[in-house]
């Protein structure tokens, strides 16, 4: 909590300077940057263990207000104990989404006022990030963890391992999401949507604008953008995808995700200009690039996201068999929840329905090996 309230006061301060003296708006955006990513780079770089939760989201939020601040998107606010309630905001504290201050602080600023389809909504979004949670990705866990704990892998069990930790890591995420997204909306504040159906995407371009959309409008606007006017766009799109993968971890595997999917964008505009690849044939190559990221992301070592390219034994084939029908029914079970979220249930018989058979499910799944969210590491 201290380094939370270090960030907010830094933020804070240098917002009401940039006010006082909009001549000297630079020097106390520097000071914001240096201050918030001099933190952030040591805790990832120098003491990862001891590494407070959620330190990668709310740093982000909390610089974002003076970045608003800076480029006249939103005005200074005077109150402290605002900006520490949009920066501390509970139910998204821990991994987001993360919150430009022109969403979120104007909402806090207004009274509270709940209604009776702010409940139902809300109810019904945070129990489908629940179910993703426990019944989605916390039962595809344990079965990742054992495809990854084999070294070396036959290369169809690798491929059918990465498309369920991709599977595991998108409803762990998203869950947390929803579940964030479905307290606020609860309470009348409405949070912004993180993910719409990536594996849908066409493209990498559109993976990352559907996959952690508040993260990746983040670096759109106050990183690829700045950088595209003074470098050009190719090196300011790697720049970009570097950052976002040192903002997962300080390590090689990391920073490989992040120039990989970075050349996959600038290959794929470069090959396809015009987007007039058929869209089946764009989905199917899109998520075998996804799946080489994934493998980057997930592998401890960058030599043990490499398989081997054999069939394995019938032991391993087997494994390979149960988890891809596995991933394929909690894939589809992923779909419908994806489903409800985007055409909410107006009746409440169907919603409080819905959230009855959620609750069941719970209560049938929560018998198994309950992991915390994975993105709390970051």
């Known amino acids: 909590m201290g380094w939370l309230l270090l960030s907010a006061a830094l933020d804070f301060g240098c917002a009401l300077a940039m006010a006082r003296w909009p001549g000297r708006k630079g020097a106390f955006l520097a000071l914001s940057l240096v201050g918030n990513l001099g933190l952030l ?7 990862p263990g001891p590494m407070p939760p959620g330190i990668s989201f709310y740093t982000f939020q909390t610089l974002s207000y003076t970045l608003d601040v800076f480029h006249g998107r939103l005005a200074a606010r005077r109150d402290p ?42 109810g019904a979004l945070l129990c489908s990030g ?9 039962t595809l866990a344990p079965y990742v963890d054992a495809v990854w704990s084999t070294a070396p892998r036959p290369w169809p069990l690798q491929v059918v391992g990465t498309a369920a930790f991709a599977l595991q890591l998108f409803a762990d995420f998203s869950g947390y999401t929803d579940i964030a997204r479905g307290a606020s909306r609860m309470m009348g504040v409405r949070l912004s949507q993180n993910f719409d159906r990536p594996f849908a995407a066409a493209s990498p371009m559109a993976f990352f604008a559907r996959w952690h959309i508040t993260l990746g409008r983040l670096l759109r606007d106050d990183l690829y953008t700045p950088l595209r006017a003074r470098v050009g766009a190719p090196l300011a799109l790697l720049l970009t995808f570097a950052l976002a993968g040192l903002w997962h971890g300080v390590g090689l595997t990391f920073l490989a995700w992040g120039l ?22 764009g989905i199917a190559l899109t998520l075998a690039g996804v799946a080489v ?8 070592t960058l030599g043990a996201a490499l398989p081997l390219p054999t069939l394995g034994d019938p032991a391993s084939l087997a494994q390979a068999a149960i988890l891809a ?15 409800l979220e985007r055409a909410p249930p107006r009746s409440p018989l169907l919603a409080g329905g819905l959230v009855g058979i959620g609750l069941l499910a719970l209560l049938v799944f929560s018998a198994t090996d309950q992991r915390p969210f994975v993105y709390f590491q970051f």
Do not use: N
């Not at 780079?41 to 003491?47: D, Q, S």
């Not at 600038?266 to 089946?280: V, Y």
């Not at 029908?325 to 489903?339: E, I, N, Q, R, V």
């Open 325 to 339: 029908s596995l991933t394929a029914t909690l894939g589809a079970l992923c779909l419908a929840l994806g489903h």
């Open 260 to 281: 990989w999917f970075g050349l996959l964008c600038l290959l794929w505009a470069a090959a396809d200009p015009q987007r007039r690849l058929p869209r089946p044939l």
């Open 130 to 138: 629940l179910v993703q949670k426990v019944v989605v990705a916390d």
């Open 293 to 300: 990221g994934m493998s980057l992301f997930r592998a401890p």
């Open 81 to 122: 104990w605002l900006i520490l309630a949009y920066v501390a905001w509970f139910p998204q504290l821990l991994a987001g989404p993360i919150e430009r201050g022109g969403d979120l602080i104007p909402q806090l600023e207004r009274p509270f006022a709940i209604s009776a389809a702010d409940v139902q909504e809300g």
């Open 41 to 47: 780079t040591y805790w990832k770089a120098f003491a």
